[in-house]
């Protein structure tokens, strides 16, 4: 498990997003409201999709402990936005980038293992920036064939 070190820039979203846990893990419901509408959204930029997760700060996984989770477009201008959708912005920053290869029954341990094996021992840690999936020309939701990007935020360690 080695990731590619890379920096994402500033980037606008339109979506939608709905606060859970782990223990009552929404996100069909999230994307099932996002995706018949998705077409109402202009000034799209590329094709991918973004499964997007904002944390409290000091989140610590726990099954109880809310988050944000969005179903976004990365869009040019906030210019138009559809009713029902919100707008988000990711700020530039570190991320580490993990390929992601199967259906979604593996991903809890491939996660796990990023933020229990591979963050303690690289030379970075945990930034309060959202973390987010890419779902590009590669994901097919439920197939093991699918393939998608996993952006952790990540900072030097001092």
């Known amino acids: 498990m080695i990731p590619e070190i890379k920096i994402f820039p500033a980037t606008k979203f339109i979506g939608k997003n709905l606060s859970f846990t782990y223990a009552n893990y929404r996100a069909f419901e999230l994307w099932s409201g996002f995706m018949p509408s998705k077409k109402e959204i202009q000034n799209v930029v590329g094709n991918e999709l973004y499964n997007i997760q904002i944390n409290p700060e000091n989140f610590d996984f726990s099954p109880n402990t809310l988050f944000v989770k969005w179903a976004a477009a990365a869009v040019s201008t906030f210019d138009f936005v559809?009713?029902?959708?919100?707008?988000?912005?990711?700020?530039?920053?570190?991320?580490?980038?993990?390929?992601?290869?199967?259906?979604?029954?593996?991903?809890?341990?491939?996660?796990?293992?990023?933020?229990?094996?591979?963050?303690p021992s690289s030379e970075f840690e945990l930034d309060t920036r959202p973390q987010f999936e890419i779902l590009g020309e590669k994901y097919k939701k439920e197939d093991s064939d699918s393939e998608e990007e996993i952006w952790i935020p990540i900072k030097k360690r001092f």
């Open 82 to 119: 559809p009713e029902g959708m919100e707008i988000l912005e990711i700020q530039e920053g570190l991320y580490a980038v993990f390929n992601y290869k199967g259906d979604q029954s593996n991903a809890p341990a491939f996660f796990k293992s990023i933020y229990t094996d591979w963050l």
